[in-house]
Each structure stands twice: as structure tokens, then as C-alpha cells.
């Protein structure tokens, strides 16, 4: 089973470039979400979709934007990149909306902007 | 906001010892659910145990449990006989609607 696959998974940009980071997942789950990681910050959350054709912003969504193209995929999109986005992003999926089951992370988009 | 503090930043244990990883939480919530991930270097986040706040009872699985003080907002993990494997770091996570997470403790385990 691949779980949460993401593409690609590193990635050099120049500043005013843009970008768009895949996700899709196959284990049939509901809800997606789209984090970065910084170091000393721990994993912090940009958008989300609980459901198919729904988005909503996380803590930190500026500079962002998300599509839910279907069920399965989840698509992160910096328009205009600038060096404070150089992260670690990760996606995630789970089933249902209770908030007792885990997310499942996929592997991790290492992005730097220059 | 929900915050999570890990005020360890990095750990070390000793093959086959025991090991607690701190973390507490702040919340107006009563009923939430607590998690801890482990990250090794391949970046992949695990789920190592997870525990709802209705329940008294500390979750264990296998070599991991966890010590949750309601009243205090305080969930701790502890690695019992500590394998090299369990070399990562470890993030604490809180989850009402979203998920809130801890900055991580590095954990190093001496052969």
C-alpha cells in the first residue's frame, strides 16, 4: 500500500517563482491536510479539507493556496515562493472526522527558495 | 489557541534503559485526544501511541506508554527498554479540531 504520496520530494526555487506540491492518497480517507515543518517549531498547519470540496485555513495559511481535487488528491500551491517558505511540507490524510484517529504523513517535501 | 510545549529539545538513554519525554499542553477543553509521532531521519512521521482525555486510563503500546495528568495537562511518554531503533525525534500532539504540535525532542539512544 503507498498510504500518502507526495511529489516531489525536494525542490529548488527562486523567490517570485511558483510551485505546486502534489499529495494523493489511497486509503479512501475524507479528510487531508497540508503542514510545514520548521526547525524548533514542530509541525505547524496550513490548510486542511475535511471533506471533498471543502477547504479551511490552518494556523499559518499566508502565502498559500489548496485545491481538493477529488477524494484522493491534495494540491498545495505557492503562488509568488518567497525564503520564509523554505520548509519542510508534509501531507496528511485520515478517515472520518473524529478527532481520535491518527493522521497518516507522507514522506515530506524538502522546499528551498533562494 | 491550543499550544504544546516539549521543554526537553533533545534526550539521551542508554540501550535497554528508560526513558520519559515530557510534554504539557494548554487547553479550555475538556474533551480532546493527546498523541505522540516519532520522525526518524527518513523524515516519515509514526504514530507511536495516542490516548483520549475521557479516559483515565495511561495508554501503552508494547515498550511505550504514557503518563496523562488531566488537571495538570501534562502527557508524558515513556520508552521502556530502550532500543537503538527508537532513535528519532519525538513530537507531542494535541487534537480538538485541528491538530496542534509540540517543537519535538531529540532522542538519542548510546549503544
Known sequence: NAGVTQTPKFQVLKTGQSMTLQ???????????????DPGMGLRLIYYSASEGTTDKGEVPNG???????????????????????????CASKTGTKSNQPQHFGDGTRLSIL | AQTVTQSQPEMSVQE???VTLSCT??????????FW???PPSRQMILVIRQEAYKQQNATENRFSVNFQKAAKSFSLKISDSQLGDAAMY????RRNDMRFGAGTRLTVKP
Open chain 2, 25 to 34: 499542553y494548554d487547553t479550555s477543553e475538556s474533551d480532546y485526544y493527546l
Open chain 1, 23 to 37: 499529495c494523493a492518497q489511497d486509503m479512501n480517507h475524507n479528510s487531508m491536510y497540508w503542514y510545514r515543518q
Open chain 2, 16 to 18: 535497554a534503559e528508560t
Open chain 1, 64 to 90: 498559500y493556496n489548496v485545491s481538493r481535487l477529488n477524494k484522493r488528491e491534495f494540491s498545495l500551491r505557492l503562488e509568488s515562493a518567497a525564503p520564509s517558505q523554505t520548509s519542510v511540507y508534509f
Open chain 2, 37 to 39: 509521532y516519532k520522525q
Open chain 2, 91 to 94: 513530537f507531542c500532539a494535541y
